[in-house]
């Protein structure tokens, strides 16, 4: 790590063309975008008439719901962490996320999306959770935020720090810490790790904090209200993107650990990240031919997404505990170089490598 942590606020754009410049960006060619435009008009035609369907009915309980070992009644500081896995099993790792997150005083919710949860998982997350809950897998993160928020506010009437969180990341690789007292330290406000440029700016809401009571109850406000769909796309447009301009036109700070414009920048000081970056994206080609200040002029017309595309400057120049399952998985983006990732995974890890990789197991395996 190289670079000092500080909060980066979030500035007013519209996104203007930034839709289709990341599109292009995130894909590397006109083909994928034009592929994956096709992919998203099939999943809105098909997710319409099943939302429709789905507002019409009456809401339906969680299959199973049960108090942790310590309901903490009193609690105010909560946190919601969705859990999903193919074998609905509760990874090592994850039983390391929520026992890392317990060390910084917040009650945590704990809602798995799996269908079958082995009775030795959900009583190991009892024990460190206030709250455990099975939900139907539907509406992803944003949808089992929306659909416990009634609940929590019933337990938790009045928070005054409330954290987001969820499983599609590997870590922490470094210490948690540094980043939580960060977050911390801007005071009232709604903070996150990434900030991205895609859409307009917004935080990427893998790692959410809310502080100040009046923060808190307009992001459970926003949370509540959500329409929650089966489609993806519409979820990111409407839960993610959307959210940093429901908390500013409310007055609120809105910030991010690790600001768009300090990653680019240190990427482009940096040969080898230049490099990196040019392998992924006909655009950026070119990139290692320009002066500094043009060729970070060209990563903000052509937005990158930071968890991906900067996944290695995150790691190594800014100590991100995190990096990106869906990356490790995935690499949806055909990015280079991205199994090389176990490199970037010290040896006094919070989260081991091997921890780490029997994780990525429990996500693939049927």
């Known amino acids: 790590m190289t670079e000092p942590l500080r909060l980066t606020d979030l500035r007013d754009a519209s996104p203007g063309l930034r839709r289709v410049a990341h599109g292009y960006a995130t894909s590397g060619t006109w083909k994928r975008v034009a592929r994956r435009a096709t992919s998203v008009g099939q999943e809105l035609l098909a997710a319409l008439p099943r939302d429709a369907l789905r507002a019409s009915r009456r809401s339906v309980a969680p299959p199973r719901m049960q108090d942790g070992i310590d309901p903490a009644p009193d609690a105010t500081r909560i ?198 970056l040019m392998g992924s994206s006909a655009k950026l080609r070119d990139l290692d031919r320009l002066p500094a200040d043009q060729a970070s002029a060209l990563l903000h017309e052509w937005p990158l997404n930071p968890t991906q595309h900067l996944w290695h400057v995150l790691a190594t120049k800014f100590g991100d505990p995190f990096v990106k399952t869906e990356l490790v998985l995935r690499n949806p983006g055909r990015l280079p170089n991205v199994d090389t990732w176990p490199a970037v995974v010290p040896a006094d890890s919070p989260c081991p490598l091997q921890m780490l990789q029997a994780h990525l197991q429990t996500m693939t395996a049927g």
């Open 79 to 276: 946190a919601l962490y969705v859990h999903y896995s193919a074998t609905g099993q509760v990874s090592d790792m994850v039983r390391c996320q929520l026992g890392l997150l317990r060390q910084f005083g917040v009650s945590i919710v704990f809602i798995s999306m799996s269908e079958h949860i082995p009775e030795a998982d959900w009583q190991a997350v009892r024990q460190l959770c206030a709250l455990v809950v099975q939900r139907e897998n539907f509406g992803r993160d944003f949808g089992a935020w929306h659909d416990l928020m009634p609940e929590v506010r019933r337990r938790w009437p009045r928070p005054e720090e409330l954290m987001l969180a969820n499983d599609s990341v590997l870590g922490p690789i470094y210490p948690l810490a540094p980043v939580i007292d960060a977050m911390r330290s801007g005071g009232d406000g709604l903070f996150g790790l990434t900030e991205s440029l895609q859409g307009g700016p917004h935080l990427q809401s893998y790692l959410l904090l809310a502080r100040g009571v009046a923060v808190v109850r307009d992001l459970m406000d926003f949370l509540q209200r959500l329409r929650v769909s089966h489609s993806k796309w519409l979820l990111v447009q409407r839960g993610e993107i959307r959210l940093a301009r429901w908390m500013r036109r409310r007055g609120h700070r809105v910030a991010a650990v690790f600001g768009y414009d300090r990653l680019t920048e240190a990427a482009v000081a940096d040969p080898a990240e230049r490099r990196r």
